[in-house]
């Protein structure tokens, strides 16, 4: 199952957030091609206010499992987490 990931920062959390981010991408490397891409959302400003990834994993509970040892979770950098279903088609201009 793919999922897109949309996760805000609470309110002044850019400092934390940047403490915290070599822990997050050691994970998201461990995580390997569960991850079809991810990066940072902007402020107008062009400074880091959240997280958008796209997923693959067996199930919703499997991705569950994930955030609940996310350290931008864990940390509580990340304020507000939505979650969807995906369908994913397209990855780097190749149909998937």
């Not at 958008?52 to 067996?58: A, D």
């Amino acid at each position: 199952m793919q999922f897109i990931i949309k996760a805000y920062d609470g309110e002044g959390m850019l400092e934390k957030r940047m403490e915290v981010r070599p822990r997050h991408l050691e994970g998201m490397n461990k995580l390997g091609k569960a991850i079809i891409c991810a990066g940072g959302l902007l402020d107008e400003q062009g400074k880091m206010k959240g997280s958008v990834l796209v997923t693959e994993f067996e199930d919703r509970a499997a991705l569950d499992a994930y955030l609940a040892n996310e350290p931008y979770v864990v940390e509580h950098v990340w304020e507000k987490i939505e979650v969807e279903r995906l369908n994913v088609v397209i990855v780097n201009g190749a149909k998937r």
